[in-house]
């Protein structure tokens, strides 16, 4: 009989800070299912900031041999059909690097976690159902094609906030690792970065 290789489909993520969770997330999380024939592995990381939390999983899903790694946030909460919906995006679109879907931040008034353009604040032009282009998209419903990792060197992701002068110049620069890691696989591989708003 011949040998079939086996490779797992996914890495399912959670950075958390360990703060206690709704009903509402454990709902959405048990619903959550991947299609047909994917195997699931789950890395949690407790207490760490959500930059070095990432980084954590990222290398974990690179040597568990994963294709995918879903980051879902511990304070996010997505439709039953998301997961199935970012993979099917994956499946059809080799040159896809990152997909997310969008929620919006905690704020008043709340603002979609997806941008096009840098420094630009929140991309507003779209519809709901809309599949779009993008340059930045919040990581807590995000799927993450495993080979992009592997072609960039780590950090995969990094918080950066850098206030100062240099020569009398404002040298100030703020990334979220979101974005960073976004700008990263844009500026240094072929893939893309897409939002889904069904």
Excluded at 168 to 197: I, K, M, Q
Aim: with cysteine; aromatic share 14%.
């Amino acid at each position: 009989m011949k040998t079939v290789e086996s490779q797992v489909g996914l890495f399912w993520g959670v950075p958390t800070l360990g703060r206690p969770v709704p009903i509402q997330w454990g709902f959405s999380y048990a619903a959550l299912r991947p299609p047909i024939n994917y195997s699931v592995r789950t890395g949690v990381i407790w207490g760490k900031k959500v930059a070095d939390a990432r980084n954590e999983l990222a290398k974990q899903a690179i040597e568990s041999n994963c294709k995918y790694l879903f980051f879902l946030g511990d304070d996010v909460t997505g439709p039953g059909h998301g997961l199935k919906q970012l993979i099917y995006r994956m499946e059809h679109d080799d040159k896809l690097g990152v997909v997310g879907g969008i929620y919006c931040s905690k704020t008043e008034p709340p603002s979609p976690l997806v941008f096009r353009g840098n420094g630009a604040g929140c991309f507003w032009d779209w519809k709901l159902g809309e599949y779009f282009e993008v340059t930045g998209i919040g990581m807590d419903f995000t799927l993450i094609r495993v080979e992009v990792l592997k072609e960039l060197e780590p950090p995969w992701f990094e918080t950066v906030a850098r206030d100062g002068y240099l020569e009398g110049v404002s040298d100030c620069e703020t990334w979220t690792e979101d974005l960073w890691f976004c700008n990263r696989v844009l500026e240094n591989t072929d893939y893309l970065v897409y939002a889904d708003s069904m």
